[in-house]
């Protein structure tokens, strides 16, 4: 069911559908805008006269090219690489690269639109982009992975730079792969031009708490729901779907606050475990062993791992998806009501269909969109980009202390937006109103461009 448009943006929003021909994670993330500036483009007739909205859809730039790469066994595989430069009204084009089977136009798409508001909520003078490769990383040697990362960036450095376009991590793409990628760059151009990429290793350029920031953002957020409600995380049972950097570090901080994650799980299965997760063990299965999460259960007898398990059918106070788009169905929100689901804060881009993000709203679940609540990794990412500007490095408590700064910050302006536009405790309207106007202003100011 698509939601009733303003008639100026439905029009739009069938242009959109038009000219992007079966792109429908594209869509769906252009429509979940849409139907938020319905009183946007009653209040500022401007945007639409200055068809701020079609530009906003058309991305500057996209960029697609082969990239050919040696297994180890000598034989020739041929990728996809992707970069899609959507917008650079706030700054030099930002967002991560992601490395997955399913990765094509539309995906990078979704997520390159995303990114324009989110990087916007940030604060900081950051643009929006996105990249990837279909390529996939399971079960390659490092050669491999290396490989790889050298021939995507044999042909994307010509596109990057300090001010023009500074990818980082995503889905498939860590510090592993973000050293191949810098190597690359540094040898190709002969240049030693740290802010280029995002998520670099400590002893290269990179910032403390890039590591743990999109999670631990995420959780920040969460616990500035919970104030508003005069709670904690104290006690609050949650589940964390995926296993991967944003699920780790989320888990990780919800100990900290005193919450308690039961489960967590990879594209395989789920894994119980009703004492709460054994972080170390997460991390050395994860980020050490590189192993599968069914690993968990034999050596903590404790827990349960169900293969091709669902997490959402396990009761929980708080639900933090944070593995991939369009993981978490209506089936699963229905579910996730039932059992007492109070708050869902996203940590994936788009985890939440449409349809379950109904039933959410429904069920006045409080419920915390992507673009505001995972802004915290692309905002340490500015933080990064900051330091190299200033060739300094930050300690841990400080750069923690900003992320939490910039998640309060955002979670005020989202909570605020919602109200001043006649939605109060509507954070999908907070987040995409106050993300998009400032980049329409922006727009606007530099005229036809
Ligand atoms: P990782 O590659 O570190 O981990 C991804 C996790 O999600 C893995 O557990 C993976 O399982 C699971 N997963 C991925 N694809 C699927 C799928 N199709 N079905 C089921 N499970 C899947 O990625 P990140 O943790 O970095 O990213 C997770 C999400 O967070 C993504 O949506 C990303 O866009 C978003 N995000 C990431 C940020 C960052 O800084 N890294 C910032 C903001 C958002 P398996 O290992 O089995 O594939
Ligand atoms: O989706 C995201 O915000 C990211 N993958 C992080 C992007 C970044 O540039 O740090």
């Known amino acids: 069911m698509t939601p009733q448009l303003d008639p100026q943006l439905e ?16 869509h769906q993330a252009v429509l979940e805008v849409f139907g938020s500036l319905g009183q946007v483009v009653k209040k500022h007739p401007d945007v639409l006269e200055n068809k701020i909205i079609e530009r906003i859809c058309e991305p500057e730039r996209q960029i697609i090219f082969r990239v050919p790469w040696q297994d180890d066994k000598g034989e020739v595989h041929i990728n996809r690489g992707f970069r899609v430069e959507f917008n650079s009204a706030l700054g030099p084009y930002k967002g991560g690269l992601r490395f997955h089977p399913s990765v094509y136009l539309s995906v990078i798409k979704f997520l390159g639109f995303e990114q324009i508001f989110k990087n916007a909520l940030t604060g900081m003078p950051i643009g929006g982009g996105k990249g990837g490769s279909d390529f996939d990383p399971k079960g390659r040697s490092d050669s491999e992975v290396m490989r790889f990362c050298q021939s995507f960036m044999t042909e994307l450095y010509r596109h990057l730079g300090e001010y023009t376009d500074v990818p980082a991590g995503d889905i498939g793409v860590g510090g592993r792969e973000i050293g191949y990628l810098f190597g690359q760059y540094k040898r190709i151009t002969n240049r030693y031009e740290s802010a280029v990429l995002t998520g670099k290793g400590l002893d290269w350029g990179g910032s403390l708490v890039r590591k743990e920031a999109t999670g631990y953002g995420l959780v920040f957020f969460v616990e500035e729901m919970l104030k508003v409600e005069g709670q904690s995380f104290d006690g609050k049972k949650c589940l964390v779907s995926g296993s991967g950097n944003v699920a780790i570090y989320a888990i990780e901080k919800v100990h900290q606050l005193g919450g308690k994650v039961v489960a967590c799980s990879d594209s395989a299965g789920t894994i119980y475990d009703q004492n709460g997760l054994d972080l170390d063990l997460l991390k050395e299965i994860k980020e050490v062993q590189r192993a599968r999460l069914s690993v968990y259960a034999d050596t903590h007898k404790g827990a349960t791992y169900s293969e091709g398990g669902n997490i ?8 933090l998806p944070s593995a991939t788009q369009n993981e978490l169905g209506e089936a699963d929100a229905t579910e996730l009501v039932k059992n007492g689901c109070k708050i869902v804060g996203e940590g994936a881009n788009m985890p939440t269909t449409p349809e379950a993000t109904r039933v959410f709203q429904m069920a006045n679940v409080a419920f915390a969109p992507g673009k505001a609540a995972n802004a915290g990794g692309v905002a340490t990412s500015a933080l990064e980009m900051q330091q190299n500007a200033s060739r300094d490095a930050w300690s841990f408590e400080h750069t923690e202390e900003r992320l939490a700064e910039i998640m309060s910050h955002i979670h005020r302006n989202t909570f605020e937006t919602a109200e001043e536009f006649g939605t109060p405790g509507n954070y999908i309207n907070g987040a995409n109103i106050a993300g998009f106007l400032k980049v329409a202003r922006a727009m606007e100011a530099f005229g036809v461009v």
Do not use: M, T
Request: aromatic letters at 12%; glycine letters at 4%; one cysteine or more.
């Open 312 to 319: 959402w059918d396990i009761p929980c106070d708080i639900a």
């Open 11 to 26: 029009s739009i929003y069938q242009q959109v559908i038009q000219r992007n021909p079966g792109e429908s994670e594209f």
